[in-house]
């Protein structure tokens, strides 16, 4: 665990080959097709990353993000995932840190849409206290051609890059040198965590199949209370607020 948290302090981040069993991940991935499929459902907490399409003829979304998926299907907060993510959480950072807030982030099959270079603090309102860890879990065989995670490893003191939005509504992304950054395929139920400031990207998905993963998102308890003070719980407009 230690030589864990060193490399998470160091790098940004770090991977775990498997984070829970997949007995829970069939469990999760039905409740994440319920979700995917139940438009109204979900309405006011989905949108697409990749930015609205203006053809008319593809109504296919083709990076599905349904926000706090959790308010949704509340006995998801009792999986064991979230429970083990959360105790990672604390041993990287701290034992004040908590759930911030829930995710689910899918690839289409064949859309082959990038998920660009980006850093998750642009996204949040400036903290007093940064400590931050998010760990995406996947619920399929990730790799590179259907969308896994790349990292770009942290320097010291790195800042939070100028961001802007993708049109139509996408999301935040930086111009940035990704000639050192790694790729990291995992099996279903294996995770990385990377804190707010780690730049990270994932290629389109060109295979068959979908690409489904859920993010869960900790920082110190103050700070989720900071947060909600500033109106701020994570289920609004993409926008760089850092």
Same mark, same amino acid.
């Given at each position: 665990m230690e030589t864990k948290r060193i490399k998470f302090i160091k790098d940004g981040f770090i991977k775990i080959d498997q984070l829970i069993t997949p007995e829970e991940v069939d469990s999760l991935g039905m409740?994440?097709?319920?979700?995917?499929?139940? @438009?109204? @459902?979900?309405?006011?907490?989905?949108? &697409?990353?990749?930015?609205? &399409? %203006? %053809? !008319? &003829? *593809? @109504?296919?979304?083709? +990076?599905?993000?349904?926000?706090?998926?959790?308010? =949704?299907?509340?006995?998801?907060?009792?999986?064991?995932? /979230?429970?083990?993510?959360?105790?990672?959480? *604390?041993? =990287? #950072?701290? %034992?004040?840190?908590? #759930?911030?807030? &829930?995710?689910? +982030? %899918?690839?289409?099959? /064949? $859309?082959? $849409?990038? $998920?660009?270079?980006?850093?998750?603090?642009a996204y949040w309102i400036a903290m007093p206290d940064?400590?931050? !860890?998010?760990?995406? +879990? !996947? #619920?399929?065989?990730? /790799?590179?051609k259907n969308g896994c995670m790349w990292f770009i490893p942290k320097t010291t003191g790195i800042p939070i890059l100028p961001h802007k939005n993708l049109p139509n509504g996408g999301a935040l992304y930086c111009e940035t040198d990704s000639s050192q950054a790694l790729s990291i395929p995992l099996n279903p139920g294996g995770c990385t965590f990377h804190d707010g400031f780690t730049l990270h990207f994932s290629q389109g998905n060109t295979t068959e199949t979908q690409r489904r993963a859920l993010i869960l998102n900790f920082r110190p308890k103050k700070m989720i209370e900071f947060e909600r003070e500033q109106g701020v719980d994570h289920t609004g407009e993409r926008k760089q607020r850092n």
């Amino acid at each position: 665990m230690e030589t864990k948290r060193i490399k998470f302090i160091k790098d940004g981040f770090i991977k775990i080959d498997q984070l829970i069993t997949p007995e829970e991940v069939d469990s999760l991935g039905m409740i994440y097709d319920e979700l995917l499929q139940d @438009k109204v @459902k979900t309405a006011h907490l989905r949108s &697409d990353l990749a930015g609205a &399409d %203006n %053809n !008319a &003829d *593809k @109504k296919v979304e083709r +990076i599905t993000q349904i926000m706090r998926p959790s308010t =949704l299907i509340p006995e998801m907060l009792e999986k064991s995932s /979230y429970k083990k993510a959360e105790q990672w959480a *604390k041993d =990287l #950072l701290g %034992n004040d840190m908590e #759930l911030d807030f &829930d995710m689910m +982030i %899918n690839k289409a099959p /064949y $859309t082959n $849409t990038p $998920t660009p270079w980006h850093q998750d603090a642009a996204y949040w309102i400036a903290m007093p206290d940064k400590r931050s !860890a998010s760990c995406w +879990i !996947a #619920l399929d065989e990730v /790799y590179e051609k259907n969308g896994c995670m790349w990292f770009i490893p942290k320097t010291t003191g790195i800042p939070i890059l100028p961001h802007k939005n993708l049109p139509n509504g996408g999301a935040l992304y930086c111009e940035t040198d990704s000639s050192q950054a790694l790729s990291i395929p995992l099996n279903p139920g294996g995770c990385t965590f990377h804190d707010g400031f780690t730049l990270h990207f994932s290629q389109g998905n060109t295979t068959e199949t979908q690409r489904r993963a859920l993010i869960l998102n900790f920082r110190p308890k103050k700070m989720i209370e900071f947060e909600r003070e500033q109106g701020v719980d994570h289920t609004g407009e993409r926008k760089q607020r850092n």
